[in-house]
C-alpha cells in the first residue's frame, strides 16, 4: 500500500513542480514576444508574420484604444460563428467524411459553435458518431483562436497599466496573431510530437473493423488525434476528440501523456500571471497573484485527491481490496491520484478535458470542481482567467481600500465609479447566470414528466449534474457530468445563451475597466496610498474571492454535493 | 464595423491556411516516422491480420484468457464512455456486487478481500487496456488451470508484463491485457 501511495502521489507532485517551472520560463517568454523585445523564435516566425501582417493589413506599431480593439475582437468572432455554424450543418456533403456522419441539426451546430467559439469545449454531441473530420479540425481551428483571443485581450489589459497614461492600449490583431504564431502553434507541434510517439493516432481513415482474439467483432475509431489534442490543453479548451475524452487510449495513451496534457493546460494560464508582472515591471505583485491563486488551488486539490484514494465507502463495505480508490469511470493506467488531480486543474483552470468521468466522482469532489469553476479565477482559462482574477482584483482594492478609509488606487490609477459598476455586475452575473438558469431547468424538470429522461442518477446526484452543466458554461469551463442527456433544444440553446453571456461581458468589461484606468492620470505613490504588492493585500484579496465568489453559491451546493456525501457517509 | 468584418476575414482566411493545413499537414507527414504511421499501435498475427490495438482493451470471457475490466459500452471502440453512476447510486453497489458474485464462480478459492476493485468497477472510456497487477495474479490459477500449465510459468508470465512506473518512480504499475493474453498463447502453442 505504501509504494502504491507513493509512485501515484510522487507522479502529480512533480507533474504540479514541472507546471510551475515552465510556467514561470512561459512568462518571460510571453512577456518578449508581446512586447517585441528580440527572442529565439525571431529568426523562424518574423518573416511568417510579416507575410501574415502584410496580407491582412496589418500595422504592427498602430494602436488603439479599447473600443476599437473590442470591436476587431467581436467582429472576427463573429465571422467565425458564421463559417461554423454552415460548415456544421453541411459536413454531410463535405470532404474528409470517411465514416459518413450526417450533419448537426441546428440546435446542436448553435451549441457545438458557441460552445468551441468562447473556448469552452461543452460537448453534447457524441464525437465518434455525430461529426465529422472536417469537423473536427474546424473544432481544432477554433480551439486555437479561441485561446488566442483570450490571450489577446489579457493582453490589452497588461498593456493599459505598463505606461503612466494612454488611451491607446495596444493592438488586438497583432497580440491576437503572434499568440498563435509564437505560443500556441510550436507548443502545439511540439506536443503532437511527443504524442504520436506514445501511440495516438493521427489519420484521416475510416473506422477499422477488427476480428479480436476471442472471436468478437471490434470496431475502432480513429482519426487526426494527434493534432487536436495539443491544442485543446494548451489553450484551455477542452474539447475531447472522443466521447470518453481524456480518459480514451486513443486520447491518452499513457502516464507521461497524461502528465503533458496536465502540465500543458497549466501552463499558459501560470505564466501569464509571470508576464503581468514584467509587464507592470512590479514582480512581487505577479507572485502574490500566483500565491493567492495556488492556495485555492491546494485547497481543493488536496482533498479531491485524498478523497477519490480513498474510494467509495459502500463499495469498501463489500469487503474487496479497495486499495486502488474510487476506480469506478477511471483507468488503471492514470489511477485515482492523477485523475483526482486532474478534475482539480481542468476545473479552476477552465478547460474542462477529463481523465475519468466525472459522474462518478465522489460527491465532495464534484463539490470542489463545482468550486473551481464558481471562482474561476484560480489560474483561470488562457487569458480569461486572469481578466477575471483582475475583476476581483479591483473589488479587492476597492473594499480594501474603503476598510482603511483611503482613496482606492491600482497602479497609480485611481478607482471611480464608473469601473466599480461594471466590475460589481460582472461579479454578480456569473452566480446570477448559473443559478438562474438551473432553477429554471429545474422548474422545468419538475413541471414536466417527458424531461425526465435528462437526469439517470436518482436524488441529490442528478440535482448536482444539472448545476454543474450551467456552471460549467458560465464558467466558459466544458466539463460535464456525462450522465445528463444535453442534446437537445432545451439544453442545446439554454446553455449556448449562458455560454456566450459567461464569455463576452467579462471581456469587454475587463478590457474597458482597464481602458478607462489606462486614461486616467497617473497618481504617484504616496504615504496615502494603499499598497497592493503585499502579502497583507494578498490575504484580503483571497478573503474576498472567497467571501463573493463562494459564498453565494453555498446553498445550492448543499443541495447536491453536500446532501450526496451525507447520504452514503 | 464594415472595415473590421473585411479585415476580420482575411485574418481567419490566413489562420485556417496556418492551423488546418499546414500545421496538421506537418503533423501528418511527421506521423509517419514512428511506430504505426499514425494508425495506432497495431498487433499482427501470423496471417498479417490485424487481432487488435495495443491501446485499445478487448472483451475477454473465457477462462483461458486474462480478463480486462467490466466496460460499460462492452469495449465497442466506435464510441467511447463510462458507466456515469453515481457513487450514491443504489444500482452502482448492486453491479459491483453481482460482478464479486460472479468473479467467486468463475474462480473458486480466491478470497473476496482479494479481488481488486479495477476488476468490479467499469472503465471511465470503456476500452480501458490495463488492469492492476493485483488483477493479473488473482487469475493465474483460473489460466493455469485452463490452460494445463503449471501456476509458477503463468505467474512468472505476469511478472514479466507488468509495465512498472513512469520511470520506475511516477504513477500506477499495470498490465496490458492483450499482449499479455497474446504472450500466453504464444507459450500455449510452443509447449
Not at chain 1, 465571422?79 to 465514416?99: A, D, G, R, V
Not at chain 2, 499546414?22 to 516516422?33: E, T
Not at chain 2, 447510486?89 to 459491483?96: D, G, H, K, T
Given at each position: 500500500m505504501?509504494?502504491?501511495l507513493f509512485?501515484?502521489?510522487?507522479?502529480?507532485?512533480?507533474?504540479?513542480l514541472?507546471?510551475?517551472?515552465i510556467?514561470?520560463?512561459?512568462?518571460r517568454y510571453?512577456?518578449?514576444?508581446?512586447?517585441g523585445d528580440p527572442?529565439?523564435?525571431?529568426?523562424?516566425f518574423?518573416?511568417i508574420e510579416?507575410l501574415?501582417?502584410?496580407?491582412?493589413?496589418?500595422?504592427?506599431?498602430?494602436?488603439?484604444?479599447?473600443k476599437?480593439?473590442?470591436?476587431?475582437?467581436l467582429?472576427i468572432?463573429?465571422i467565425w460563428?458564421?463559417?461554423?455554424?454552415l460548415?456544421?450543418?453541411?459536413?454531410?456533403?463535405?470532404?474528409?467524411?470517411p465514416?459518413?456522419?450526417s450533419s448537426?441539426?441546428?440546435?446542436?451546430?448553435f451549441n457545438?459553435t458557441?460552445?468551441?467559439?468562447?473556448?469552452?469545449?461543452?460537448?453534447t454531441?457524441?464525437?465518434?458518431?455525430?461529426i465529422?473530420?472536417?469537423?473536427?479540425?474546424w473544432?481544432?481551428?477554433?480551439q486555437f483562436?479561441?485561446?488566442a483571443?483570450?490571450?489577446?485581450?489579457?493582453?490589452?489589459?497588461?498593456?493599459?497599466?505598463?505606461?503612466?497614461?494612454?488611451?491607446r492600449?495596444?493592438n488586438f490583431?497583432?497580440?491576437?496573431v503572434?499568440?498563435?504564431?509564437?505560443?500556441l502553434l510550436p507548443?502545439?507541434l511540439?506536443?503532437s510530437?511527443?504524442?504520436?510517439?506514445?501511440?495516438?493516432?493521427?489519420n484521416f481513415?475510416?473506422?477499422?473493423?477488427?476480428?479480436?482474439?476471442?472471436?468478437h467483432?471490434?470496431?475502432i475509431?480513429e482519426?487526426?488525434?494527434?493534432?487536436?489534442?495539443?491544442?485543446k490543453h494548451?489553450g484551455?479548451?477542452g474539447?475531447g476528440?472522443f466521447?470518453a475524452?481524456?480518459?480514451?487510449?486513443?486520447?491518452n495513451?499513457?502516464?507521461?501523456?497524461?502528465m503533458l496534457?496536465m502540465i500543458?493546460?497549466a501552463v499558459?494560464?501560470?505564466?501569464?500571471?509571470?508576464?503581468?508582472?514584467?509587464?507592470?515591471?512590479?514582480r512581487?505583485l505577479?507572485?502574490?497573484i500566483?500565491?493567492?491563486?495556488t492556495?485555492g488551488f491546494?485547497?481543493l486539490v488536496?482533498?479531491?485527491?485524498w478523497?477519490e484514494?480513498?474510494?467509495?465507502p459502500?463499495?469498501r463495505?463489500?469487503?474487496?481490496?479497495?486499495r486502488?480508490?474510487n476506480?469506478?469511470?477511471?483507468?488503471v493506467?492514470?489511477g485515482?491520484?492523477?485523475?483526482?488531480?486532474?478534475?482539480?486543474i481542468?476545473?479552476v483552470i477552465s478547460?474542462?478535458?477529463?481523465?475519468?468521468?466525472?459522474?462518478?466522482y465522489?460527491?465532495?469532489?464534484?463539490?470542489?470542481?463545482?468550486?473551481g469553476?464558481?471562482v474561476n479565477?484560480?489560474?483561470?482559462?488562457?487569458?480569461?482567467?486572469f481578466?477575471?482574477?483582475?475583476?476581483y482584483l479591483?473589488l479587492?482594492?476597492?473594499?480594501?481600500?474603503?476598510?482603511?478609509?483611503?482613496t482606492p488606487?491600482?497602479?497609480?490609477?485611481k478607482i471611480?465609479a464608473?469601473?466599480?459598476?461594471i466590475?460589481?455586475?460582472?461579479?454578480?452575473?456569473?452566480?446570477?447566470?448559473?443559478?438562474?438558469?438551473?432553477a429554471?431547468a429545474?422548474?422545468v424538470?419538475?413541471?414536466h414528466?417527458?424531461?425526465?429522461?435528462?437526469?439517470?442518477n436518482?436524488?441529490?446526484?442528478?440535482?448536482?449534474?444539472m448545476?454543474?452543466e450551467?456552471?460549467?458554461a458560465a464558467a466558459?469551463?466544458?466539463?460535464?457530468?456525462?450522465e445528463l442527456?444535453?442534446?437537445?433544444?432545451?439544453?442545446?440553446?439554454?446553455t449556448?445563451?449562458v455560454l456566450?453571456l459567461?464569455?463576452?461581458?467579462?471581456?469587454i468589461?475587463?478590457?474597458?475597466i482597464?481602458?478607462?484606468?489606462?486614461?486616467?492620470?497617473?497618481?504617484?505613490?504616496?504615504a496615502?496610498?494603499?499598497?497592493?504588492d503585499?502579502?497583507?493585500?494578498?490575504v484580503?484579496l483571497?478573503?474576498?474571492?472567497?467571501?463573493?465568489?463562494?459564498?453565494?453559491f453555498?446553498?445550492?451546493l448543499?443541495?447536491?454535493?453536500?446532501?450526496e456525501?451525507?447520504?452514503i457517509? | 464595423?464594415?472595415y473590421h468584418?473585411?479585415k476580420s476575414l482575411?485574418?481567419?482566411?490566413?489562420?485556417?491556411?496556418l492551423?488546418?493545413?499546414g500545421?496538421?499537414?506537418?503533423?501528418r507527414?511527421?506521423?509517419?516516422?514512428?511506430?504505426?504511421?499514425g494508425l495506432?499501435v497495431m498487433?499482427?498475427?501470423?496471417?498479417?491480420?490485424?487481432v487488435?490495438?495495443v491501446q485499445?482493451?478487448q472483451?475477454?470471457t473465457?477462462?483461458?484468457?486474462?480478463?480486462?475490466r467490466?466496460?460499460?459500452i462492452?469495449?465497442?471502440?466506435s464510441?467511447s464512455?463510462g458507466s456515469?453512476?453515481?457513487?450514491?447510486?443504489?444500482l452502482?453497489?448492486?453491479?459491483v456486487?453481482e460482478?464479486?458474485k460472479y468473479?467467486?464462480t468463475r474462480?473458486?478459492g480466491?478470497?473476496?478481500s482479494r479481488i481488486?476493485v479495477?476488476l468490479v468497477?467499469?472503465?471511465?472510456?470503456?476500452?480501458?487496456?490495463?488492469?492492476?497487477?493485483?488483477?493479473?495474479?488473482?487469475?493465474?490459477?483460473?489460466v493455469?488451470?485452463a490452460r494445463?500449465?503449471?501456476?509458477?510459468?503463468?505467474?512468472?508470465?505476469?511478472?514479466a508484463?507488468?509495465?512498472?512506473p513512469l520511470?520506475?518512480?511516477?504513477?500506477p504499475?499495470?498490465?496490458?491485457?492483450?499482449?499479455?493474453?497474446l504472450?500466453?498463447?504464444?507459450l500455449s502453442?510452443s509447449?
Amino acid at each position: 500500500m505504501g509504494s502504491i501511495l507513493f509512485s501515484h502521489l510522487a507522479g502529480i507532485v512533480v507533474t504540479y513542480l514541472l507546471t510551475v517551472f515552465i510556467g514561470i520560463v512561459l512568462g518571460r517568454y510571453m512577456y518578449k514576444v508581446y512586447s517585441g523585445d528580440p527572442t529565439w523564435s525571431d529568426t523562424l516566425f518574423v518573416p511568417i508574420e510579416k507575410l501574415i501582417f502584410r496580407v491582412c493589413r496589418i500595422h504592427a506599431k498602430e494602436e488603439f484604444d479599447w473600443k476599437d480593439n473590442m470591436k476587431m475582437m467581436l467582429s472576427i468572432n463573429l465571422i467565425w460563428f458564421i463559417i461554423s455554424m454552415l460548415l456544421l450543418t453541411n459536413m454531410k456533403w463535405l470532404p474528409l467524411n470517411p465514416n459518413h456522419i450526417s450533419s448537426m441539426s441546428p440546435d446542436l451546430a448553435f451549441n457545438t459553435t458557441i460552445s468551441f467559439l468562447v473556448n469552452c469545449d461543452l460537448q453534447t454531441y457524441i464525437p465518434e458518431t455525430q461529426i465529422s473530420y472536417l469537423g473536427q479540425i474546424w473544432l481544432m481551428f477554433l480551439q486555437f483562436v479561441s485561446a488566442a483571443t483570450g490571450m489577446a485581450a489579457c493582453i490589452l489589459i497588461f498593456r493599459a497599466f505598463r505606461e503612466k497614461s494612454l488611451s491607446r492600449i495596444g493592438n488586438f490583431e497583432v497580440y491576437f496573431v503572434k499568440s498563435i504564431t509564437r505560443i500556441l502553434l510550436p507548443l502545439s507541434l511540439l506536443l503532437s510530437i511527443i504524442f504520436i510517439w506514445r501511440g495516438m493516432p493521427m489519420n484521416f481513415a475510416a473506422n477499422q473493423h477488427i476480428i479480436t482474439l476471442e472471436h468478437h467483432k471490434q470496431t475502432i475509431a480513429e482519426g487526426p488525434v494527434a493534432a487536436f489534442v495539443p491544442i485543446k490543453h494548451l489553450g484551455t479548451n477542452g474539447g475531447g476528440f472522443f466521447n470518453a475524452n481524456s480518459a480514451h487510449p486513443f486520447e491518452n495513451p499513457d502516464y507521461l501523456t497524461n502528465m503533458l496534457e496536465m502540465i500543458a493546460q497549466a501552463v499558459i494560464p501560470i505564466g501569464l500571471i509571470f508576464t503581468f508582472g514584467y509587464f507592470i515591471r512590479n514582480r512581487k505583485l505577479a507572485w502574490i497573484i500566483f500565491c493567492v491563486m495556488t492556495m485555492g488551488f491546494l485547497l481543493l486539490v488536496i482533498p479531491n485527491v485524498w478523497m477519490e484514494i480513498q474510494g467509495n465507502p459502500a463499495i469498501r463495505a463489500l469487503g474487496i481490496d479497495n486499495r486502488l480508490g474510487n476506480m469506478e469511470g477511471k483507468e488503471v493506467r492514470l489511477g485515482t491520484a492523477a485523475s483526482g488531480y486532474w478534475s482539480v486543474i481542468t476545473t479552476v483552470i477552465s478547460t474542462g478535458s477529463t481523465n475519468a468521468m466525472l459522474g462518478s466522482y465522489m460527491p465532495l469532489s464534484a463539490m470542489n470542481m463545482l468550486l473551481g469553476m464558481m471562482v474561476n479565477a484560480f489560474y483561470g482559462g488562457v487569458g480569461a482567467g486572469f481578466i477575471n482574477f483582475f475583476i476581483y482584483l479591483i473589488l479587492a482594492v476597492f473594499i480594501a481600500g474603503m476598510m482603511v478609509g483611503r482613496t482606492p488606487e491600482f497602479m497609480g490609477k485611481k478607482i471611480e465609479a464608473r469601473e466599480m459598476k461594471i466590475a460589481a455586475l460582472l461579479v454578480l452575473l456569473h452566480p446570477f447566470l448559473i443559478l438562474i438558469a438551473t432553477a429554471w431547468a429545474i422548474y422545468v424538470y419538475l413541471h414536466h414528466p417527458v424531461y425526465h429522461a435528462w437526469i439517470m442518477n436518482p436524488g441529490p446526484h442528478g440535482f448536482t449534474a444539472m448545476l454543474y452543466e450551467y456552471t460549467s458554461a458560465a464558467a466558459n469551463n466544458g466539463s460535464a457530468f456525462a450522465e445528463l442527456s444535453a442534446n437537445n433544444p432545451w439544453w442545446n440553446i439554454s446553455t449556448g445563451i449562458v455560454l456566450l453571456l459567461g464569455r463576452y461581458p467579462s471581456i469587454i468589461g475587463g478590457v474597458a475597466i482597464a481602458g478607462l484606468l489606462g486614461r486616467k492620470q497617473y497618481v504617484p505613490q504616496s504615504a496615502g496610498t494603499l499598497r497592493v504588492d503585499t502579502y497583507t493585500f494578498g490575504v484580503v484579496l483571497f478573503a474576498v474571492i472567497v467571501i463573493i465568489a463562494a459564498l453565494s453559491f453555498f446553498p445550492a451546493l448543499s443541495l447536491g454535493p453536500i446532501a450526496e456525501y451525507f447520504l452514503i457517509h | 464595423m464594415r472595415y473590421h468584418l473585411f479585415k476580420s476575414l482575411i485574418i481567419t482566411t490566413c489562420m485556417i491556411t496556418l492551423c488546418c493545413f499546414g500545421y496538421v499537414l506537418i503533423v501528418r507527414l511527421s506521423a509517419v516516422f514512428f511506430p504505426g504511421g499514425g494508425l495506432g499501435v497495431m498487433i499482427r498475427d501470423a496471417q498479417q491480420q490485424i487481432v487488435g490495438y495495443v491501446q485499445i482493451g478487448q472483451p475477454f470471457t473465457s477462462d483461458r484468457y486474462f480478463w480486462g475490466r467490466p466496460s460499460a459500452i462492452d469495449y465497442d471502440a466506435s464510441q467511447s464512455g463510462g458507466s456515469n453512476l453515481a457513487p450514491s447510486n443504489p444500482l452502482l453497489i448492486q453491479q459491483v456486487q453481482e460482478r464479486i458474485k460472479y468473479f467467486e464462480t468463475r474462480n473458486p478459492g480466491i478470497a473476496v478481500s482479494r479481488i481488486p476493485v479495477d476488476l468490479v468497477t467499469t472503465s471511465g472510456s470503456g476500452l480501458d487496456p490495463d488492469i492492476s497487477p493485483e488483477a493479473a495474479f488473482i487469475q493465474v490459477k483460473r489460466v493455469a488451470q485452463a490452460r494445463q500449465l503449471p501456476e509458477q510459468v503463468v505467474d512468472s508470465l505476469v511478472r514479466a508484463y507488468i509495465q512498472p512506473p513512469l520511470l520506475h518512480l511516477l504513477g500506477p504499475a499495470y498490465v496490458n491485457v492483450l499482449q499479455l493474453n497474446l504472450a500466453l498463447d504464444k507459450l500455449s502453442s510452443s509447449l
